[in-house]
């Protein structure tokens, strides 16, 4: 037979399976478990696996769990003793039994892990007794008929099965609601198990990507890149929910989207009956909400008109329209004195939120006051604008409100000030606001003026400074004033300002100028002094001295000599590489480099690097960096010699000047004193220097410099060189005691005196310690 599930009445359950225990016994329930009559649910227990599609943000009816049928859980103990429950939840079961005669509809609840003890004839059928929990074990409920009245008792103990449940969606909500251009979500799970044999396919459900054109797109994992529309489940997470995301897009117009069908599908599972999906479906209808508005922009809503005068407002639509709108407006009473210039204006939807202008005329005996005349304005046409109205309230003055200011126009220069006078030209109806803004690099001295009714026509002042910046540009900007109250609301004024500026464009060189050795390389930095207005090429000329070359990019190949400064980086520095090869010639060189910009404001600006290589062909040759003398006269050490001559032949004579650093003085003595001459001839013969430590009273050491400096040849002229000397004092400081031995007579007393053996390097204190009281002897300096 078949049943059909409460729980699901759309689902057909199949094949209803019914088991009768082969030893025939009566097993009968105590009376204090009979319970009244009442309808059971169709259909059994087996393992659940869900899968739910729920509402975006709402949880699913059950957890996303794992539950054992009931009917494998709980069973009938041996010798029909009773039921053990040994699910993880209450169950009961539910029958038919036999009763001093009388057939009883019962049911007993069994705790997990309680057995219930029944008796007398008894058919019977277990579920949990949680209706949600029996559905997540992936069966119907017990069949209605094992309570039935025509279902024969026996003497055996019949236990019924429901099916398990159809292979489809659970909880498939029937809607999803989102407002137009915003994401939402719902959750999708199985109903049962697809698991059959443990190589049956895995299940994959689609839901079908909407057309582009409906704004709509689906998601099933967003940690990837575009957009999926598949879940696949297995028979390990069948009863997990797994999330669905649904986009939409907003448009222009105000026309309710059109409900959309979101459909899926399955594949997969096992072959046998409720384990295949390959039939399941189902759907879920997107319902968006209109975000926009069908509306009339009208600005202003409250048009102050002057008698003899007239005013404008304008008219557009606030959101897209489907079709073709026309705006009617309707003229004042003629007895108001106001008009307006057309009475329809026509919007498509291609110039829906282009402003359209309605010219407003008072005569001049029209009535004076506010809210004089009403226009009132009607929309007709696309279905969203059918009832949409709105209107404009007019104002008729004698003088419309205005801000008087003393200047129209300032022009200042960077870094400068002036002023501009403000003042109301009629008397106000309350205190007035007036608000001041400044643009780009203005700053005024006050953000607000307030005007009294009694002071509505004293000027105000206003000062305006144009701060420094670092670009070149001249700037225009505004300076914009909005009245607020007292009959003044929407007034508004502004003061243009024209900035000159005062920043000369040029670049700036650091480490200029530069000193290399030929063979040699060193860096200087390049940058701009400002900000300029577009991306600026600086270019650097190679030097006509070809022993001297430039480079911009040393991780290029070959030599670059262009710099590129952007608005972004202009104030980094960037450096440039120069490198001089070695010559043949013995002259220290100076090379310029010249550097010019173009672009962004600096056409024609141009500077000069200037480098000065030192010839490495020029110097002083020694023989000795360093000597070490002793000062004792018998050491082998108390001389020492160096030997002086030129790197290369000088174009003149040359003189080598020798001089004793402060340290050395009294120290040691040179010989010869005077200068060496140097000829084109003798250039490379060599002169010895003799050096000899001087005895002196100290006894410290010393070390210092002996210094050459050239001069004659102008290749020559301030070539230093510098040997440096250590000498090794020979006294050794002391105290001489005279005399050593002293006689001193009982009652009497004698002198010794103390003197130091050598001079010392500062102040010396000789302490002298008094012999013991027990001697009789002291000592008086």
């Not at 004042?332 to 329809?344: E, R």
């Not at 102008?714 to 090794?728: A, C, H, P, W």
Request: hydrophobic share 35%.
């Amino acid at each position: 037979m078949n049943a059909t599930s409460r729980e699901y009445p759309n689902q057909l359950n199949n094949k209803l399976e019914q088991h009768r225990i082969p030893t025939a016994r009566n097993i009968n329930p105590p009376l204090s478990n009979i319970s009244a009559p009442m309808h059971r649910r169709a259909a059994a227990a087996a393992l659940l696996v869900i899968a739910v599609i729920a509402i975006a943000g709402q949880s699913p009816t059950a957890a996303a769990q794992e539950v054992a049928p009931a009917k494998d859980c709980a069973k009938l103990n041996a010798g029909n003793s009773g039921v053990t429950n040994n699910c993880s939840s209450t169950v009961h079961f539910v029958g038919r039994a036999s009763i001093s005669g009388q057939n009883i509809a019962v049911k007993q609840t069994i705790n997990a892990g309680d057995t219930g003890n029944v008796s007398g004839s008894l058919n019977y059928c277990v579920e949990y007794d949680d209706a949600d929990t029996q559905r997540d074990s992936g069966y119907a409920a017990c069949p209605d008929n094992m309570v039935a009245s025509n279902y024969t008792l026996s003497g055996s103990v019949v236990v019924g099965y429901a099916d398990k449940l159809d292979a489809g969606f659970r909880d498939l909500p029937s809607e999803l609601t989102l407002e137009e251009g915003a994401s939402g979500q719902f959750t999708v799970r199985l109903t049962t198990s697809p698991e059959e044999n443990t190589n049956d396919a895995d299940v994959t459900v689609t839901i079908a990507q909407p057309a582009a054109s409906t704004g709509v797109t689906i998601d099933t994992d967003t940690s990837t890149s575009n957009n999926q529309n598949t879940l696949t489940f297995t028979g390990a997470n069948w009863y997990t929910a797994q999330t669905v995301y649904v986009s939409t897009t907003e448009d222009a117009d105000a026309a309710v989207p059109a409900d959309l069908t979101l459909s899926l599908s399955a594949t997969g599972g096992g072959s046998g009956n409720n384990y295949s999906y390959a039939a399941a479906t189902g759907s879920v209808t997107l319902k968006q909400t209109e975000k926009n508005t069908a509306a009339l922009t009208l600005t202003p809503t409250d048009l102050d008109v002057r008698r003899d005068g007239s005013a404008t407002f304008t008219v557009e639509l606030q959101a897209q329209p489907t079709d073709e709108v026309e705006v009617t407006l309707t003229q004042p009473a003629s007895s108001t004195g106001v008009t307006v210039d057309q009475t329809t204006l026509t919007f498509t939807t291609a110039n829906w939120n282009t402003a359209q202008t309605v010219t407003v005329s008072a005569t001049g005996t029209a009535p004076l006051g506010d809210d004089a005349a009403t226009i009132s304005l009607a929309a007709s046409g696309a279905t969203e604008y059918a009832s949409v109205t709105g209107s404009v309230m007019i104002d008729v003055e004698d003088v419309l409100p205005a801000l008087v200011l003393s200047e129209s126009t300032l022009s200042i220069n960077e870094g400068d000030n002036d002023d501009f006078m403000v003042k109301l030209n009629r008397q106000p109806s309350a205190t007035v606001t007036v608000t001041l803004t400044a643009a780009g690099d203005l700053t005024l001295d006050k953000s607000s003026l307030m005007f009294t009714t009694d002071n509505w026509n004293v000027d105000q002042d206003v000062t305006v400074t144009a701060r420094q910046d670092d670009d070149l540009a001249n700037d225009t900007e505004d300076v914009s004033l909005s009245a607020a109250n007292g009959g003044f609301d929407n007034v508004d004024g502004d003061v243009e300002v024209m900035v000159t500026d005062d920043d000369t464009a040029a670049l700036t060189l650091s480490d200029i100028p530069l000193n290399i050795d030929e063979e040699g390389s060193g860096t200087f930095k390049v940058r701009l002094a400002y900000q300029p207005s577009a991306t600026v090429t600086v270019t650097l000329a190679q030097p006509t001295n070809t022993d001297v070359t430039l480079d911009t990019d040393t991780s290029a190949s070959n030599n670059q000599n262009e710099l590129t400064f952007m608005t972004s980086n202009w104030n980094v520095d960037q450096t440039v590489t120069v490198s001089a090869a070695d010559d043949s010639n013995t002259v220290s060189e100076t090379v310029d480099i010249s550097i010019s910009a173009e672009d962004g404001g600096y056409d024609s600006v141009t500077i000069t690097a200037r480098v000065n290589v030192a010839d490495n062909d020029i110097g002083l040759t020694l023989s000795e960096s360093s000597l070490s003398l002793k000062e004792d006269d018998m050491d082998t050490d108390h001389t020492g010699t160096f030997d002086v001559q030129l790197k290369s032949q000088p174009t003149a004579e040359v003189m080598v000047t020798l001089s004793l650093g402060a340290a050395l003085n009294n120290k040691v003595s040179i010989s010869p004193s005077g200068p060496l001459t140097f000829t084109t001839s003798g250039w490379n013969t060599a002169q010895t220097i003799t050096v000899t430590a001087e005895q002196d009273d100290d006894g410290a050491n010393a070390s210092g410099d002996i210094n050459l400096t050239a001069s004659g040849a102008t290749e020559y002229v301030g070539l230093k060189g510098e040997v440096m000397v250590s000498v090794t004092d020979d006294e050794v400081p002391a105290l001489t005691l005279t005399p050593t031995d002293l006689d001193v007579r009982r009652d009497g007393s004698n002198t010794f005196t103390v003197e130091l053996t050598v001079q010392p390097t500062a102040n010396v204190t000789v302490t002298l310690t008094q012999p013991a009281s027990s001697t009789g002897v002291t000592a008086d300096t």
